[in-house]
């Protein structure tokens, strides 16, 4: 079955840049989306189709892809940026949604 | 604001049934695709099904297929998932969720946990 995979965590100082990255096959052909989860809540859609913002999104959240990878950028990450960050895409025939393993961001 | 409400969760047995339920409301529901998603407790998030807007069209994660069932009520703005046979790895928070361009989440309900176990 189709995977997406991404790191299990990333760690950056307050006012660094955090980059998560998100690899799949599929990519190149499949949009990529990124959703934020705080814990004990459900998770908030940051980025959808590539690189675009939801309104509502701190300019400090932006999205790119290159060929099979697809990574979300915090410009200047803020201690409640932390939490859980997932990729997400479909499989490559478009009838299956797949989600990445998750990435742990620490902000300290 | 979009309104998910989940209800159905609770504890079942494994080999047992369960039947959950969602209540959506402020957006016109039949417009849209809808999905569920689970999360496993201390786990990532995975998608396990989705719903066509009139239900001529429904998709599952091939760990489910065969047990569990999507279904949708428009007329009562309602979204199903009847588990059958259930696991200990179907423990979850299950979260009904509504899909964009037939593809993307972008909203969520706050989630029912069912747990399976003896």
């Known amino acids: 079955s189709y995977e997406l995979t991404q790191p299990p965590s990333v760690s950056v100082s307050p006012g660094q840049t955090a980059k998560i990255t998100c690899s799949g096959d599929a990519l190149p052909q499949k949009y990529a989306y990124w959703y934020q989860q705080k814990s004990g809540q459900a998770p908030v859609l940051v980025i959808f189709?590539?690189?675009k913002r939801p309104s509502g999104i701190p300019e400090r959240f932006s999205g790119s892809t290159s060929g099979t990878m697809a990574t979300f950028t915090i410009s200047g990450a803020q201690v409640e940026d932390e939490g859980d960050y997932y990729c997400?895409?479909?499989?490559?025939?478009?009838?299956?949604?797949?989600f990445g393993g998750g990435t742990k961001l620490t902000v300290l | 604001e979009v309104q998910l409400v989940e209800s159905g969760g609770g504890s079942v047995q494994p080999g047992g049934s369960r039947r959950l339920s969602c209540a959506a409301s402020e957006f016109i529901f039949s417009n849209y695709w809808m999905s569920w998603v689970r999360q496993a407790p201390g786990k990532g998030l995975e998608w396990v099904a989705n719903i066509k807007e009139d239900g001529s069209e429904t998709n599952y994660v091939d760990s489910v297929k065969g047990r569990f069932t999507i279904s949708r009520d428009n007329a009562k703005n309602s979204l199903y998932l009847q588990m059958y046979s259930l696991r200990a790895e179907d423990t979850a928070v299950y979260y009904c969720?509504?899909?964009?361009?037939?593809?993307?989440?972008?909203?969520w309900g706050q989630g029912t946990l069912v747990t399976v176990s003896s």
């Open positions: 997400y895409s479909t499989n490559p025939t478009g009838t299956q949604g797949v």
């Open positions: 969720a509504r899909v964009k361009k037939a593809v993307h989440i972008d909203s």
């Open positions: 189709e590539d690189y």
